[in-house]
């Protein structure tokens, strides 16, 4: 069944290469691209961020904005970006810091949202160190005419997001909000992806928990899967409440229809809400029906013992009375008295342990 859901599964969407223009910006390498749109199209030529505002700001027919994104910038690189676009002072230490929560917040007319990306690290067997979720951090400043998006972290590439948008100039079109929910998609898709993952191993762990029949499976491995689902919580439970906002407010130059578009991210947010707590309380139930079979184990360890115990007390017992060394002992004089009283003795051994078999013991 795992496999064929593996077979079955499709993305939501098409996850193409990295567009990010290899250039550098004169402003510092933590610059990715700087981008100009208009009308949906992207403006042919490479950028640097002020003249590409200038451009926007030049043209009288509106319809045009830039978006500039950023890898993990220092706080003097990041300082000629938020100086060119008037970014609010606070957003921009959240920003360079990283370290943050998921939400949004409203700065004049710029709108300020932090992400938490997830990626799911591939393991050939669950073990109980494995790292199963890496996190990191997505941030998104907009204006009226402009996006700039800050990564930290080693992964949510917004390559196959710009790919996307190109190749739906009417959605593009949209300006700068549509690219914030594009962002906010692609981020819950990959949440989606990650559940997904981990129901994998949540059914290998389970497997292995009803498979063994002594001892039950790893318990630590168990506890390190609570742990990586921990992990997943905290990025994508305080995302519900920044998706409400986006979805209920006015946004800044936003044509109000975008609502809709937010409103079914925050649908499939839930859903991956729900997907978490189930996992969550599956795994407590495999943990306790773990624990339980190691219970039942040892308990019959301990029949096992008790058993060939009992099967050792009767020659021994025979073997003490016979050690006394008194004067006129049972059968002492006679030539059979030995193999007698060993026959007697195996024999009471053999009864002894056929009723342990007989009652599930041995």
Known sequence: MRTLRKAVRLPRRRRGVDLSHPARSPLGSAVVNCV??????????EWAAGDAIERVREDKGGGGFVWIGLHEPGQEEFAGIAELFGLHPLAVEDAVDAHQRPKVERYDETLFTVFKTVRYVEHTELTATSEVIDTGELMVFIGADFVVTV?????????????WLEAAPEQLAKGPVAVLHAIADHVVDDYLAVTDAIQDDIDNVETDVFARRRGGADTSRIYQLKRELLELKRAVAPLDRPLRALATQSLPGADPDIRAYFRDVGHQLERVSEQICGFDELLNSILQANLAQITVAQNEDMRRISAWVAIIAVPTMVCG?????????????????????MALTAAACFVVHRGFRRNGWL
């Open 36 to 45: 100009v749109y208009r009308d949906g199209k992207r403006q042919e030529g």
């Open 321 to 341: 009375a016979y050690g006394m060394n008194f004067r006129d002992m049972p059968g002492k004089d006679w030539a059979y008295g030995y193999p007698l009283v």
């Open 151 to 163: 990564r930290h972290g080693n992964h949510g590439s917004l390559g196959p997001v710009r790919e």
